[in-house]
């Protein structure tokens, strides 16, 4: 069963990444996927930190697919701060087009 919160990853996914970080110590990766609500509400820097990690640096559990970045998309754009996060959108965008 899909996580809707999770934008669809699966909870044994998200499971196996955190089980991940206990056994690997040497490098960082991100194990976290952000929330829809996270993506609506974290202020600019926090979201940016947490997209980024998630598209750049996450275990291969939960990579994100470019629909689920469009996803995150259309919640930051309707976001009233929407303006402030334009680098992150315009990022989304070139992960979106396999960029």
């Known amino acids: ?15 196996a990444a955190h089980q991940f970080r206990k056994k690997q110590k040497k ?9 829809r609500k996270d993506v609506a509400t974290l202020s ?8 980024v990690a998630w598209m750049c640096n996450s275990v291969t559990e939960i990579i994100p697919s470019r629909a689920q970045i469009a996803e ?4 930051m754009l309707a976001r009233e701060d929407a303006a402030s996060l334009s680098g992150l959108i315009e990022m989304c965008d070139h992960y979106i087009r396999g960029e």
């Open 1 to 15: 069963m899909d996580n809707y919160e999770y934008f669809g990853i699966p909870e044994t996914n998200l499971q």
């Open 44 to 51: 600019p820097l926090q979201i940016r930190q947490v997209m």
């Open 72 to 75: 995150a998309r259309l919640i």
């Open 27 to 35: 490098h960082e990766f991100n194990v976290d996927v952000p929330s």
